[in-house]
Structure formats: C-alpha cells, structure tokens
C-alpha cells in the first residue's frame, strides 16, 4: 500500500500554462516533502523540499503544503516543452523511512 | 563533482542468467539506496545502507536480489537467477546523511535491464 497517492497520472498543458501536480499523504508522521523531476533516460532529480506550511516559491516552481490535509502540491508557471517529465514526490518523516508516489508524467505542448 | 554512476547503461540477459549492477555514490556521502522502476510499480526500495552497513533489504526482493557494499565508493546489486519480470531500470542514489535530516537524493541514470 503506497503511502504517497499522486494525482493525475498524467497531465497536458500548453506551453505558457500553468500545470498543478498533487500529492496526498496517509501517514501523518511526514514532516516534509520532496518533489523529483525525471527526464527520459535519465535518473530522478531533485527539484525542490517543503517542510512547512504554506507556499514554497523557487522560480516558475510553487510547492505548497497543508499539514492538516497531508496534501502537497507542484505548481509551474510559463510551462515549457523542457518541463515535459515524469514528476515525483517524496515524504519522510524523522523515522528516516523514504515513500515515493507513483509519478506524474507532465507533457507540455509546444 | 561528479554524481552518482551506474554501469552498464544497458543490461540484457536470457532467463536465469546471473547479473551484477553497478554503482559509484557521490564521493562522501554516507547513504546509498538502490530501487527498481517499473511504470507499474514507480520506484520500489531494494536495498538501504548507512555508512557501508546494509540497513534494509527490502522484504520482498531478498530471495534473488543481493546488495553488496564493500567499500565506501562502490556498490553492487547481483540478481540471480533472473527471470522476465525483473525487466525494469534500476536506479542507484546516494544521500550525505539522509537518517532524519531531509536531505535529498541524488539518483544515477540508472541500467535499464532486460531478461529474455
């Protein structure tokens, strides 16, 4: 049973939309989230963490997190064809344990 | 500095055959993971060491999958025999202190495996 639930499986946005990826926890012990980005043929990157609530801002990237609803979500702003990916997150909690959802794959339409 | 290296990139192999992946962790860190990606499954915990000692083996993977450290800069993940559902990429990351620290991952591009 997966811990980490992302939603969509798959997204299409123009190029300049705004794509918004999420990510639902059940474990409340998470104290943080991180969100990968995987092109093809290559391994995960890390994009950015969030440990608080609120918004998290990191150029065209907004994470949020509400703690209350264990929900975490990517925004990207001025989406472009490079931003086409799979798109990961993980939650971790001080139990040292790593959880990753299945993935998002982004597609951005030129 | 260099990442995280994986080799081979590429791994075919006839059922039952024995492999052996292998992975080079970014030069101080102290964790190393490897994981299996299916697109079915996403990624899927094999093996865990903390400072070279194996710190989890990842329950269903034990009977063929084995996880060696023999030194701080070198890891080998061995699959044997191997059978068609192993077909998968499998990716290697390496943390400086992942333990409760939240500090990322950094992930090789992975030996994408194929078992005839």
């Known amino acids: 049973q997966q811990k980490v639930q992302q939603s969509p499986e798959s997204l299409s946005v123009p190029e300049g939309g705004m794509a918004s990826l999420n990510c639902t926890s059940s474990?409340?012990?998470?104290?943080y989230f991180w969100w990968y980005r995987q092109h093809s043929g290559e391994g995960p990157k890390a994009l950015m963490?969030?440990?608080?609530?609120g918004d998290k801002k990191e150029g065209r990237f907004t994470a949020h997190l509400n703690k209350a609803s264990l929900h975490v979500s990517l925004h990207i702003r001025d989406s472009q064809p490079s931003d086409s990916a799979l798109y990961f997150c993980?939650?971790?909690?001080?139990?040292?344990?790593?959880?990753f959802g299945a993935g998002t794959q982004l597609i951005v339409i030129p | 500095d260099a990442g995280v290296t994986q080799t081979p990139r590429h791994e075919v192999a006839e059922k039952g055959q024995t492999i052996i992946l292998k992975c080079e962790p970014v030069?101080?860190?102290?964790?190393l993971f490897w994981y299996r990606q299916t697109k079915i499954q996403g990624l899927e915990l094999l093996s865990y060491?903390?400072?070279?000692?194996?710190?989890?083996d990842g329950g269903a993977f034990k009977d063929r999958f084995k996880a060696e450290m023999l030194n701080s800069s070198f890891s080998t993940l061995k699959i044997q025999p191997t059978e068609p559902k192993d077909s998968a990429v499998y990716l290697c990351?390496?943390?400086?202190?992942?333990?409760?620290?939240?500090?990322?991952?950094?992930f090789g591009s992975g030996t994408r495996l194929t078992v005839l």
């Open positions: 963490s969030i440990f608080s609530d």
């Open positions: 030069s101080g860190h102290n964790d």
């Open positions: 474990d409340r012990n998470f104290q």
């Open positions: 993980e939650g971790g909690s001080a139990l040292g344990r790593l959880h």
């Open positions: 990351a390496s943390s400086l202190d992942w333990g409760g620290s939240a500090e990322t991952l950094y």
């Open positions: 060491f903390r400072s070279k000692s194996l710190m989890e």
